[in-house]
């Protein structure tokens, strides 16, 4: 893409190996804890394995850095002590890596991550080599953008009713988007526009849709 090389990763990620970086967008960590507050029956442990995910891409992965194209955070509570408690000590972990949050919508409503945390925080676009990482699917001026915000998803339709939504990466000429990673996010469901490709995440796997 536009000169340099990306790794759609089955886990729902974005490998870019000239800058030995991990992508993730969405990641919505306490969006369980918070709803749960608000009297809600959502389950548990999401986010102890969303950490977990992201443990094994690190270990799979020459990562000098992770960036989270937003969402990081739901909402003001899913600050709550055990969702930190959990996030601190995976960063204690990899106290070596540079972790870069760029602002969505529910990060500014969820406030930044706790300084312990040792996030850079920035706004969008941060440009990043020839790429524009940004939260909203909205076009840079002149360069491509990778994004998040929409957690896309596509349905696979087979015989009769049958149907399946799947995750997915939409690969476009001025905007692509990232899946999201959280594990109790939800999703849009797309349909390629003209110059874009979808690539559903499925059985371990990244797959390429025709027509």
């Known amino acids: ?16 190996p000239q800058q030995r970086a991990l992508l993730i967008a969405d990641a919505h960590f306490g969006k369980a ?23 094994r891409l690190l270990a799979q992965h020459d990562c000098g850095q992770l960036i989270f194209l937003g969402d990081f955070l739901h909402a003001p ?10 996030l601190m000590a995976w960063r204690e972990r990899h106290t070596n890596l540079a972790v870069t949050l760029i602002r969505g919508n529910h990060d500014r409503r969820a406030g930044d991550p706790p ?10 676009p941060w440009v990043v080599g020839p790429l524009a990482l940004q939260h909203e699917p909205t076009p840079h001026s002149h360069l491509p953008v990778l994004a998040g915000h929409v957690h896309p998803v596509y349905r696979l339709h087979g015989r009769g009713r049958q149907s399946l939504r799947l995750p997915c990466f939409v690969l476009g000429g001025q905007v692509s988007l990232l899946p999201a990673f959280g594990a109790f996010t939800g999703g849009y469901a797309v349909r390629p526009g003209v110059g874009e490709t979808v690539y559903v995440v499925g059985d371990g796997h990244v797959w390429p849709v025709a027509g």
């Not at 893409?1 to 870019?16: Q, R, S």
């Not at 959502?42 to 995910?53: C, D, I, K």
């Not at 899913?78 to 408690?85: E, F, I, K, N, Y």
């Not at 300084?115 to 969008?124: D, K, N, P, R, T």
């Open 33 to 55: 804890a918070a709803y749960r507050r608000l009297g809600q029956p959502v389950p548990h442990g999401t986010t102890a394995s969303n950490l977990a995910m992201l443990d």
């Open 77 to 86: 509570g899913s600050q709550g002590p055990a969702t930190l408690a959990a």
């Open 115 to 124: 300084a312990e945390l040792g996030f850079q925080v920035v706004s969008e």
């Open 1 to 16: 893409m536009h000169g340099t090389t990306l790794w759609l990763l089955p886990e729902k990620a974005i490998y870019w």
